[in-house]
C-alpha cells in the first residue's frame, strides 16, 4: 500500500478505539474458552473473526505515520515499517502466531480440541493495547486522570478476576487426562467434588459462576473457606492468587491515593495560606470586621482561580504565543483608550502581555482619593461606583467596557476620586512599571500618549471648572427642580382621582341614554361596574400581596436554614434506613411507618424554601427571586420532588388486600431513595469549603457512604434469599438448617444476620459461617466482595491525601531546615551561631509555620492591603512627629512599606556604631536600651518606636537595642521612605526642614 495513515486522522483514531474494544473481548473469550467452551464452535468462529482484524491491525501499523523525537510528522513509508518493527511488532506477532497448528503434532483425538484451545491462550497478551489506550488518554491533560485511571482500574479487576475463574477451573482438567472433563470430574477428588458441589455434570454457567465466586473471595482476601484447594497444585494456585490479589489491590489503593493527594495539593497550600494569614492578623490585633472582609477576599479568589497566580498561566510557552493570547484578551478594551489609539500592533501585544486581572468585592475600595496613582483599569464584569471620599455620595457609575486611571497612569498623580465596587468586579490592570518598560522600546509612541494624555488632563481641569461653576450658581437651579418635581407629583396625585371619576360618570350617561333599554340590562351593567371596582380591585391587591410575600429570598448561611438542612440532612438518611429495611424484611411496624412517613411535611416544606435560597455565582450572592427560583426548577428540583409525590394515593387504590397493599407500597416508598442525592451534594458542598476542617467531614462523608451501602447490601442479601418468602438452599434456610430457628420468626434477628455478613465480606473477614449457598447469592457475594475491597480502599486513599496534604507545609520545611543544617556544617559556623538560626527558625515555625508574612499579600488589591497594614501601623503613626498631620493618601502608600519582623530574647534589634536606615515600631513584646556598658537604661514596650532619626540621615547608632522577650516589630527602610516621598513634595519639603532642625540640634 503506497499510502500512509495518518496518526491524527479520524478514521485511524476509530480504528485504535475498535482494536482496543476487541482486545477486551479477546482477553475474555479466549480464556472462556480455554477454560470452560473449549467445543463451542461459535465462540471459536468469533475468536478466529478477531484475529483476522488484529492481523488487519498489523499490516496498517506497517503504513501508520509516526512523529519522531523532533515532534516532525514522519510520511516515508519505509522510515514509518521500520519503526513499526523495532517497537510493537514482535509483540503483535506474538498475540496472533497461530500456536495451534502444532497440537495435531502433540495430540489428536478426543481431547484435541481442550489443548488447541490451550495453545491459544498467547492472544491473552493483546491486553497491552488496552493499557496502551488508556495511558494515551492520560497524557491528554484536558481530561480528567483520576476518572480515566478509576475506569482502568475497574477493568483490570474485572478481567483479572475473569482469568483466575477461568484458569481455576482449567486446573481440574490439568490433574487428570486431558480432555475427559465429565469422568474426570466424577473420578477425581478436586475442588469440585468438595462439599457436595459435584459440579461435573453441571451446567457451564453453574460451573464458570462457582469458579468466579472462588476468585472474588480468593483475590480480595476474603477466603469464606467453602470453596477451597484440595490437590497441590491448587493449593500452589491459590497461593499465587492471594498474593496477586493483595498486591494488585494495593496497588489500585495507593495509586488512588497517590491521584486524590495531586488532586487536592493546590487546595491543601491555598489553606495553609489562608491559616497564615488568619495569625498574622490575629497577632497584628486587626479588627474583626477586616479580617471578614479579607477571608472573604481569599475565598472568592479561590472561586475565581484554584489559588494559581495569573503570571503563572502561560509559563513556558513562547513569548510569540503568550503576545496572539493576550492580545486576543484584551486587544478590544486597549482599542477603547485614547491613549493607544492609533499606536503599532506590536505595542499592542507587549502592552496586553503586562495586563493582569484582579478581583473586588462589593463594597471594597479599587482606588481612594489621594491615593498615588500608577495603575489603569479596565472593567471586564460588574459594576463601580465613582463615590465621595467619605463613601456616601454616588457621583456615577461605571460598567462593563470602561476604565479609569489613565491620568495617574502616565502622570502617577494622586487620585482625583474614590472608585468603589458596585457589585462582584472583574477588572483588569495595567501598571505604570509595566507600561514604561514597554514605552521604553517604542519612544515615538511614548510622546504620541504624553501628547493625548496631556490634551485629556486639559479636558479634565476645565470639566472640573466648569463643575465648580455650575455649583456655585446651582441653587436657584435646585429650586426649580424641587418645584418642578413638587408640580409633577401633584398631577401624578391628580390622576387617580379624576380616573376614578371617570366610571361613574359614564354610570350616569349610560342610564340617561339608556331609558329604553330593560332595566335588568341596566342592573347587570351597574353590578358588572360594581364588581370590577370593589371586588375585583380587592382581589388584584391580595394577589399582589400575596406574591410580594412569596418573592423573599434567604441566605444560605442564615443560621435556622441550615440547622433546617442539617435536620432534613439526617432525616433523609433515617428515612432511607426505614423504608429499605421494610421494602427488604417486609417489617411494617408502627414505629417504621411513623418514622417513615411523619416527617414528610418537613420534605415538603424545604422543597418550598428551595425556591427562595440565595446562591453564590462566582462569589456573588445572587438574591433575585426570578433568578433562585428559575435556578432551582432548572436544577435540584427533580431531585427533591420525586421523593415528596403523593405515593400514599397509591395506597389506597392497591385493592382490599392489606398485607398486599403494604408490600407493594414499600415498594413504591423506595422512590424517596433519591434524597440521598442531596446528602452526597451536601458533604460534598461541606468538603469544597476553605477554613473547614476538611478531614472531619470527608471522614463523616465516608462513615455515612459506608453505612448506607453496607445497609444497601445487607438488604439485598436478605432479599435474594427470601423476597416472596425464604427459598430452599438459600442462606436463610442454610442458618436455619444449622440451628438458628430465629431466623424465622424475627426480623431484627434476620437484619442483624444480614449486616453481619456484609459486614464480614466487605471488610474481607469472612469467617464463613453465613456465606453464598447458591448460585444467585455467589454473583451477588462476589459484586460486594469487589465493591467492598474498592470501597474501602477509596476511603483510606482520600483519608490518606487529606493527612498528607495537612502535612505537606511541615515537610518542606524540614526540607528547608535540614539544607540549612547542611549548610551551617558546610560552612564551619560556630556552635552557638547555629543554635541561635535554628532556634529562630524552630519560633517562625510556632508562630507562622514558617510562611514569611512579607509575601502573604502579594495578590492583594492595594487599597486593601493598605487597610491591613494601616490597621497595624495607625498607632505609630499617630505618635511620630515626622508623620503628623499627613494626609491619607500619604499615609496609605506609607503604611504597604512596613514589615514585620519577629526576633528572639537576646537578640539584637541594632548594635551600638550601626549605621541605621530603619526605624522600629514594637507590636509585641519587650525591648531593652543598652549603653557601652551593656546595661540596661531603658525598656521599651508594646507601642514604642527608636531609630526614627534614621529615616532622614543615616548615622551611627548610639545605643545598642536588644530583645528582652520575643518581639514582633514593624520596620520601615529609609530607602522605602525615600521612593514614596518623591511624589509628595509638600512632605519632602518638611521633612527636609524637619531634617535641618534635627541637624542644628544635634
Known amino acids: 500500500m503506497p499510502l500512509t495513515i495518518l496518526p491524527s486522522s479520524q478514521a485511524c483514531a476509530v480504528w485504535e478505539v475498535v482494536a482496543v474494544i476487541l482486545a477486551i473481548i479477546s482477553a475474555i473469550t479466549v480464556s472462556l474458552q480455554a477454560g470452560f467452551l473449549y467445543n463451542n464452535v461459535a465462540l471459536c468462529v468469533l475468536n478466529y473473526l478477531i484475529d483476522t482484524v488484529f492481523l488487519v491491525d498489523m499490516y496498517f501499523k506497517f503504513h501508520t505515520a509516526f512523529y519522531n523525537e523532533y515532534s516532525v510528522l514522519v510520511l516515508e513509508p519505509l522510515s514509518c515499517a521500520r519503526r513499526y518493527m523495532r517497537t510493537n511488532f514482535v509483540l503483535d506477532l506474538l498475540c496472533s502466531f497461530p500456536l495451534e497448528l502444532f497440537v495435531p503434532s502433540i495430540t489428536t483425538g478426543e481431547y484435541a480440541l481442550t489443548v488447541l484451545a490451550m495453545f491459544r491462550l498467547n492472544r491473552l497478551l493483546r491486553v497491552y493495547k488496552l493499557y496502551q489506550g488508556f495511558e494515551y488518554l492520560e497524557s491528554d491533560i484536558g481530561r480528567s486522570t483520576g476518572l480515566i485511571r478509576q475506569i482502568k482500574f475497574l477493568i483490570g479487576i474485572i478481567i483479572g478476576t475473569h482469568w483466575t475463574a477461568c484458569a481455576w477451573f482449567l486446573l481440574v482438567t490439568v490433574n487428570g487426562d486431558l480432555g475427559e472433563r465429565g469422568r474426570i470430574m466424577d473420578r477425581v477428588l478436586t475442588w469440585i467434588n468438595q462439599d457436595g458441589l459435584a459440579l461435573g455434570n453441571a451446567s457451564v454457567g453453574e460451573q464458570y459462576l462457582v469458579s468466579l465466586y472462588f476468585a472474588a473471595a480468593t483475590t480480595a482476601s476474603v477466603g469464606y473457606g467453602d470453596i477451597h484447594p484440595y490437590t497441590d497444585l491448587e493449593r500452589v494456585f491459590a497461593v499465587c492468587v492471594m498474593i496477586s490479589g493483595i498486591v494488585c489491590y494495593g496497588y489500585i489503593i495507593a495509586s488512588v491515593a497517590a ?25 497584628q490585633d486587626l479588627c474583626p470586621s477586616l479580617q471578614r472582609r479579607v477571608m472573604n477576599f481569599y475565598e472568592y479568589l479561590w472561586e475565581k482561580n484554584k489559588g494559581v497566580e495569573f503570571k503563572t498561566l502561560f509559563q513556558g510557552m513562547p513569548n510569540t504565543l503568550q503576545a496572539d493570547i493576550t492580545l486576543s484578551l484584551y486587544k478590544k478594551i486597549l482599542d477603547k483608550v485614547p491613549l493607544f489609539q492609533n499606536t503599532e500592533l506590536g505595542f499592542t501585544k507587549l502592552l496586553s502581555m503586562s495586563i493582569k486581572p484582579v478581583y473586588f468585592l462589593p463594597g471594597e475600595y ?38 479609569f486611571g489613565e491620568i495617574s497612569l502616565v502622570y502617577s498623580v494622586p487620585r482625583t476620586a474614590s472608585i468603589r465596587a458596585a457589585t462582584n ?40 471648572e466648569a463643575t465648580a461653576s455650575a455649583q456655585a450658581a446651582g441653587v436657584s437651579g435646585a429650586a426649580a427642580a424641587l418645584r418642578a418635581a413638587a408640580a409633577t407629583k401633584q398631577e401624578e ?18 342610564e340617561e341614554d339608556g331609558e329604553d333599554l330593560p332595566e335588568v340590562l341596566g342592573l347587570l351593567e ?42 432534613t440532612i439526617l432525616l433523609s438518611f433515617v428515612t432511607f434506613a426505614t423504608i429499605t429495611y421494610q421494602a427488604a424484611f417486609q417489617d411494617h411496624s408502627s414505629a417504621l411507618w411513623a418514622v417513615s412517613t411523619v416527617f414528610e411535611p418537613l420534605f415538603l416544606l424545604k422543597l418550598y424554601l428551595e425556591f427562595h435560597i440565595a446562591y453564590d455565582d462566582y462569589g456573588a450572592l445572587i438574591r433575585d427571586f426570578n433568578l433562585v427560583y428559575r435556578r432551582y426548577l432548572k436544577g ?85 434469599a427470601c423476597s416472596g418468602g425464604c427459598r430452599a438452599g438459600s442462606w436463610v434456610d442454610h442458618q436455619v438448617t444449622m440451628g438458628n430457628r430465629n431466623l424465622l420468626n424475627n426480623a431484627a434477628a434476620r437484619y442483624c444476620n444480614s449486616m453481619y455478613w456484609a459486614v464480614a465480606t466487605m471488610t474481607s473477614t469472612g469467617y464463613g459461617d453465613v ?27 482520600n483519608i490518606t491525601s487529606t493527612l498528607a496534604n495537612a502535612d505537606i507545609q511541615r515537610v518542606h520545611y524540614d526540607e528547608k531546615m535540614e539544607a540549612v543544617k547542611k549548610h551551617m556544617t558546610d560552612q564551619q559556623l560556630p556552635g552557638n551561631l547555629k543554635r541561635q538560626v535554628l532556634s529562630y527558625y524552630q519560633y517562625l515555625w510556632e508562630r507562622n509555620k514558617g510562611v514569611d508574612n512579607s509575601s502573604l499579600f502579594g495578590d492583594m488589591p492595594s487599597c486593601m492591603k493598605a487597610e491591613i497594614y494601616l490597621g497595624m501601623s495607625q498607632e505609630f503613626l499617630e505618635k511620630i512627629p515626622l508623620f503628623e498631620g499627613v494626609n491619607a493618601g500619604f499615609r496609605r502608600n506609607l503604611v504597604v512599606h512596613f514589615r514585620p519582623v519577629l526576633f528572639l530574647p537576646n537578640d539584637h534589634l541594632l548594635r551600638q556604631g550601626d549605621t541605621a536606615q530603619q526605624m522600629f515600631c514594637i507590636k509585641n513584646g519587650k525591648v531593652d536600651v543598652l549603653n557601652e556598658d551593656d546595661r540596661v537604661i531603658q525598656t521599651l514596650s508594646k507601642g514604642d518606636f527608636f531609630s526614627e532619626e534614621s529615616l532622614i540621615h543615616a548615622f551611627p547608632s548610639k545605643h545598642s537595642f536588644r530583645a528582652a522577650t520575643a518581639v514582633d516589630v514593624l520596620a520601615l527602610l529609609k530607602s522605602d521612605l525615600d521612593a514614596v516621598l518623591v511624589n509628595y513634595p509638600q512632605i519632602r519639603q518638611r521633612v527636609d526642614e524637619w531634617e535641618a532642625t534635627s541637624q542644628k540640634s544635634n
Open 526 to 567: 351597574r353590578i358588572r361596574t360594581w364588581w370590577q371596582e370593589r371586588v375585583g380591585r380587592r382581589l388584584g391587591q391580595i394577589r399582589e400581596r400575596v406574591t410580594s410575600w412569596n418573592r423573599f429570598t434567604i441566605h444560605p448561611n442564615n443560621m435556622l436554614w441550615r440547622l433546617f438542612q442539617y435536620a
Open 425 to 464: 468586579c472583574d477588572l483588569f490592570v495595567l501598571t505604570k512599571q509595566d507600561l514604561d518598560s514597554v514605552l521604553g522600546n517604542y519612544p515615538h509612541i511614548e510622546r504620541q500618549i504624553n501628547s493625548v494624555a496631556e490634551q485629556r488632563r486639559q479636558n479634565v481641569r476645565k470639566r472640573s
Open 493 to 510: 396625585n391628580k390622576g387617580p382621582g379624576t380616573e376614578n371619576t371617570q366610571p361613574a360618570l359614564n354610570v350616569i350617561e349610560e
Open 259 to 283: 491521584t486524590l493527594a495531586n488532586a487536592d495539593s493546590q487546595r491543601g497550600r491555598y489553606q495553609e495560606k489562608l491559616n497564615a494569614i488568619s495569625t498574622f492578623m490575629q497577632d
Open 366 to 403: 479599587i482606588v481612594r482619593k489621594g491615593d498615588l496613582g500608577s495603575e489603569m483599569f479596565f472593567i471586564h464584569r460588574g459594576t463601580v461606583d465613582v463615590v465621595s471620599e467619605d463613601g456616601e455620595v454616588v457621583f456615577a457609575q461605571m460598567d462593563e467596557g470602561s476604565f
Open 636 to 720: 435540584e428540583f427533580v431531585w427533591d420532588v420525586i421523593p415528596v409525590l403523593p405515593t400514599l394515593l397509591t395506597f389506597m387504590l392497591l385493592g382490599d388486600n392489606f398485607d398486599k397493599m403494604l408490600e407493594v407500597y414499600s415498594y413504591i416508598q423506595l422512590v424517596r431513595i433519591l434524597r440521598l442525592y442531596k446528602v452526597i451534594a451536601f458533604f460534598n458542598a461541606q468538603s469544597r469549603k476553605l477554613n473547614t476542617r476538611v478531614l472531619l467531614v470527608r471522614i463523616s462523608k465516608f462513615f455515612a457512604i459506608i453505612l448506607i451501602f453496607t445497609h444497601s447490601v445487607a438488604c439485598i442479601w436478605y432479599m435474594i
Open 771 to 797: 456465606r453464598a449457598s447458591n448460585n444467585y447469592e455467589r454473583v451477588f457475594a462476589s459484586i460486594v466482595m469487589i465493591l467492598g475491597k474498592l470501597l474501602f480502599g477509596f476511603v483510606l486513599g
